[in-house]
């Protein structure tokens, strides 16, 4: 059986299909979330769904890649610039994300476990992810 992430429901591809068009409707300008429910008409967890979907079927398709920004919202955008900005973005937000989890649990749970196979396996897992992430981060930025 797929992956949870590997599975998409016939509806959850009828979303994805709306707020492809709703989107590109909206071309050059991207639109809110709550712009996104409005213009097509679907309840907020279908368009959480949609969006999921849509970020998945879009290599299929040959569409171009789907970014949020705080002033555009969603939309589609080809800008190898645009893109290279968002892709660090989302790259740093993973590092933090991830520096955060090691700190906040793993470490505790390492402190609490100090010879557990289990949490020294996460633990040098997560480190090594996360070094990785840097060094992309590093490397866009010059």
């Not at 709703?22 to 050059?28: K, W």
């Not at 213009?39 to 949020?68: F, H, K, M, N």
């Not at 610039?81 to 994300?97: Q, S």
Request: hydrophobic share 40%; aromatic share 8%.
């Amino acid at each position: 059986m797929p992956r949870a992430s590997e599975r998409r429901s016939p509806a959850a591809e009828r979303h994805a299909d709306t707020l492809r068009f709703v989107l590109f409707e909206a071309r050059p300008a991207g639109l809110t979330f709550d712009q996104l429910v409005r213009s097509s008409e679907l309840s907020r967890s279908q368009v959480r769904a949609g969006l999921a979907c849509l970020r998945d079927v879009i290599a299929e398709q040959g569409l171009p890649p789907l970014i949020w920004t705080r002033t555009d919202g969603y939309r589609f955008c080809s800008d190898p610039p645009e893109l290279e900005a968002y892709e660090l973005a989302v790259v740093r937000e993973k590092v933090t994300e991830i520096r955060r989890f090691v700190t906040g649990v793993v470490a505790p749970h390492a402190a609490l476990q100090p010879k557990g196979r289990w949490i020294k396996h996460l633990n040098t897992q997560l480190l090594s992810v996360e070094s990785t992430l840097e060094v992309i981060a590093e490397f866009v930025s010059s």
